[in-house]
């Protein structure tokens, strides 16, 4: 009886923000996890024995130097062996630069489902320690 004598959006407006309000939420909470995460170099450094140390520069490149530990997938060859890599390890990437193929290949691997997913930030070209 309570309800025949109240309007329709008195009660169905405030219902309706609350489903609309927990979605958002939901799906807020979901997607902080897909986030590539820019390490310095010192940090890079210091975390990337604690996972998969990933270098994605053409063969060529990696051949003449590299960061000691890291094994070379190039270019989109990473994705094709993903079989490789294990999921439960932190993956830390790095190439040339921090921007483009890094950072696509950073979050095609966090949506398989690879987390955490850190990228050397400033690239190959600003790690200031002693390459092999």
């Known amino acids: 009886m309570f309800i025949y004598t109240l309007n329709i959006t008195q009660w169905v407006l405030p219902i309706g923000l609350g489903i609309l309000l927990g979605a958002v939420i939901a799906y807020k909470r979901g997607s902080e996890n897909l986030k590539i995460t820019y390490?310095?170099?010192e940090d890079f450094r210091s975390n990337m024995r604690k996972g998969q140390l990933i270098d994605i520069?053409?063969?060529?490149?990696?051949?003449?130097e590299k960061?000691?530990?890291?094994?070379?997938?190039?270019k989109k060859e990473l994705l094709r062996n993903l079989y490789k890599l294990r999921k439960d390890q932190a993956?830390?990437?790095?190439?040339?630069d921090d921007r483009g193929l890094v950072k696509t290949i950073g979050n095609k691997l966090l949506k398989k489902g690879y987390r955490p997913v850190y990228v050397l930030k400033g690239g190959f070209k600003n790690w200031p320690f002693p390459k092999k």
């Open 67 to 74: 960061i000691n530990g890291s094994r070379n997938f190039p």
């Open 39 to 41: 390490l310095e170099p």
């Open 91 to 96: 993956v830390f990437l790095y190439h040339d």
């Open 57 to 64: 520069r053409i063969k060529e490149d990696y051949d003449l």
